[in-house]
């Protein structure tokens, strides 16, 4: 039997995204139309593929996976404390259909990897453009198929360096793809040798745990295993949530475990 990669059909067959979708049947429309589609499955394996080949923490379904869970958590707890959405201070819809635009582009935030790194969320906007209308048939009629769309739109490309976000959405989905960084999603390009600040800083994040603040709405904590991983922190996570419209509401709070470790600095705060 071969050691080599499998071939496409093969590696996309087990895909599969589940996420609470707590009886907002749009979103388990959605979901369910993406879970039928070889060719969006097809993308994240090529996003995947590229990320691999640039010895980058992974990038396939899981990554998908994770930040559509992520961001569905964090918008359930911001709701919850009145943070209000988009879709409906500006269109008069609803909290579920902003948690259906918030899927929708953590599922699509990245599927322009397979054509480069370099740009891929302006990638992301074309292939997401042509298909999420057809994914979104069984959820909506027009014209608020096409407002859905939109806000995705916004809230992919919002996500990149200097995305600049201007709704609730986009800042969500801006910070949950940050907040993908535990251990194991770094294990890969640490262990096979590459070893940089980037992979450094990754492998020390032992744990992420997201839960309703008190001060704030949402409160995030971070277990490090050794300091390096203030990087990731500071420089990675606390740039997207800067700029993310959502500062006032996310508090984050990472904390340094390590037996061994001088603590210079035992508990970081942005």
């Known amino acids: 039997m071969s050691d080599g990669p499998s071939p496409p059909r093969e590696a ?20 369910a139309a993406v879970n039928a589609d070889d060719q969006v499955k097809a993308w994240w394996h ?38 209000t959405p988009g879709l409906v201070t500006d269109y008069g819809m609803t909290e579920r259909d902003a948690e259906v635009a918030i899927a929708a ?10 054509v480069h790194r370099t740009d891929h969320e302006a990638y992301s906007l074309f292939l997401t453009a042509d298909k999420l209308g057809e994914l979104l048939a069984d959820c909506y009629d027009e014209p608020e198929r096409s407002i859905v769309v939109s806000e995705a739109l916004h809230a992919i490309i919002g996500h990149r360096g200097a995305g600049a976000p201007f709704t609730v959405e986009a800042g969500i989905v801006r910070v949950a793809d940050a907040l993908d960084m535990a251990r194991g999603r770094s294990r890969v390009p640490f262990e096979a040798g590459h070893q ?3 992979s450094l800083s990754a492998y020390a994040i032992e744990e992420v745990k997201i839960s309703a603040g008190r001060d704030r709405a949402v409160r995030v904590e971070i277990l490090m295993s050794n300091s ?4 990731q ?28 470790e001088q603590r210079l600095l035992p508990v970081f705060r942005i």
Request: glycine share 6%; with cysteine; charged share 20%.
């Open 105 to 114: 582009a953590a599922l699509f935030h990245c599927v322009g990897m397979q």
């Open 12 to 31: 996309v067959a087990p895909v599969r995204i589940n996420a609470p979708t707590r009886g907002n049947r749009r979103l388990e429309r959605l979901l």
């Open 46 to 83: 090529a996003q995947a593929v590229n990320a691999t080949r640039l010895h980058m923490s992974d990038h396939s379904w899981v990554h998908v996976q994770i930040v559509v869970n992520i961001a569905l958590r964090l918008a359930r707890l911001l709701f919850r404390r009145g943070v």
């Open 228 to 231: 390096a991983g203030i990087f």
């Open 196 to 198: 940089n600040i980037h």
């Open 233 to 260: 922190v500071d420089e990675l996570l606390a740039t997207k949530l800067r700029g993310s419209g959502l500062e006032e509401h996310i508090e984050v709070i990472a904390r340094i475990d390590a037996e061994h």
